[in-house]
């Protein structure tokens, strides 16, 4: 796969009509890979309306936003980012005493499916990095499957769950690619390792334009009383530099559980 890979990039990178691919960090902090694909349009960019509730249990916070800038063809570049994942999740954010849905046995998740934006893929999960970042997929079997970050509670569990995902791929657009296109109130089905569904649904999306910006004590914290899901992909493709320099992330709640 990695001679394929070499060789794929060497043919493309003298072609027109090509752009420079972030792998997608989970802006706690990656190293952030940039290859040259087949040129795509741009992935969309989230609809103000999306803003929402980064808890659906609290008031809206102003959203830290910046518009996907389209990129150009002929680019490749590495660059490297490496803040660390927090070991333990961050303290709660005050709000209303309530005994939310919840399941209180782990199961890893399994499958991700997102009606609206058509995404259903398998789920792997993923630790850090040895410099204590969090892991993406790699080039192989796994690179267009969402990803579990195996730090963070069991989707359904109370307390954030963490999945992750690329934009892109040396193939064309990743898993989640249309991440941008979420709105308030779209589901999200989250199948565990035990059969059981946990039913989320979007209360806000967030583009950060920076990692400097990611909000980490929200993304790995927030309302730790009930399940919550955070999805998260790059954002921001800069021109100056070739890659991707901030992340997407969808803030999503649980509101049922199925067998």
């Given at each position: 796969?990695?001679?394929?890979?070499?060789?794929?990039?060497?043919?493309?990178?003298?072609?027109?009509?090509?752009?420079?691919?972030?792998?997608?960090?989970?802006?706690?902090?990656?190293?952030?890979?940039?290859v040259a694909v087949i040129s795509q349009t741009s992935p969309?960019?989230?609809?103000?309306?999306?803003?929402?509730?980064?808890?659906?249990?609290?008031?809206?916070?102003?959203?830290?936003?910046?518009?996907?800038?389209?990129?150009?063809?002929?680019?490749?570049?590495?660059?490297?980012?490496?803040?660390?994942?927090?070991?333990?999740?961050?303290?709660?954010?005050?709000?209303?005493?309530?005994?939310?849905?919840?399941?209180?046995?782990?199961?890893?998740?399994?499958r991700i499916d997102i009606p609206a934006v058509d995404v259903?893929?398998?789920?792997?999960?993923?630790?850090?990095?040895?410099?204590?970042?969090?892991?993406?997929?790699?080039?192989?079997?796994?690179?267009?499957?969402?990803?579990?970050?195996?730090?963070?509670?069991?989707?359904?569990?109370?307390?954030?769950?963490?999945?992750?995902?690329?934009?892109?791929?040396?193939?064309?657009?990743?898993?989640?690619?249309?991440?941008?296109?979420?709105?308030?109130?779209?589901?999200?089905?989250?199948?565990?390792?035990?059969?059981?569904?946990?039913?989320?649904?979007?209360?806000?999306?967030?583009?950060?334009?920076?990692?400097?910006?990611?909000?980490?004590?929200?993304?790995?914290?927030?309302?730790?009383?009930?399940?919550?899901?955070?999805?998260?992909?790059?954002?921001?493709?800069?021109?100056?530099?070739?890659?991707?320099?901030?992340?997407?992330?969808?803030?999503?709640?649980?509101?049922?559980?199925?067998?």
């Open positions: 796969m990695t001679r394929r890979l070499i060789r794929a990039l060497s043919t493309l990178g003298s072609r027109r009509g090509l752009y420079a691919l972030a792998l997608a960090a989970a802006a706690v902090g990656v190293a952030v890979v940039v969309p960019v989230p609809s103000r309306s999306a803003y929402g509730h980064l808890n659906a249990s609290t008031a809206p916070t102003p959203a830290v936003r910046d518009r996907h800038t389209s990129p150009s063809p002929g680019a490749s570049h590495v660059t490297t980012h490496h803040p660390t994942v927090p070991t333990h999740h961050a303290p709660a954010t005050p709000g209303p005493t309530r005994q939310p849905l919840a399941l209180t046995t782990a199961s890893p998740p399994t259903h893929s398998d789920v792997i999960g993923i630790g850090k990095t040895p410099g204590g970042g969090l892991a993406v997929p790699q080039p192989g079997p796994n690179l267009n499957k969402a990803a579990w970050y195996t730090g963070s509670v069991t989707p359904g569990q109370p307390g954030p769950s963490v999945i992750e995902g690329h934009i892109d791929s040396v193939y064309g657009p990743s898993v989640f690619y249309r991440l941008g296109a979420l709105a308030i109130g779209d589901r999200i089905s989250v199948t565990r390792a035990d059969g059981r569904v946990a039913v989320f649904t979007v209360n806000a999306v967030r583009t950060y334009p920076t990692h400097d910006a990611f909000p980490t004590s929200i993304v790995y914290g927030g309302d730790l009383s009930q399940p919550t899901l955070r999805l998260i992909t790059c954002a921001n493709f800069d021109e100056a530099i070739r890659h991707y320099t901030g992340n997407e992330v969808v803030y999503a709640h649980l509101i049922a559980l199925k067998r």
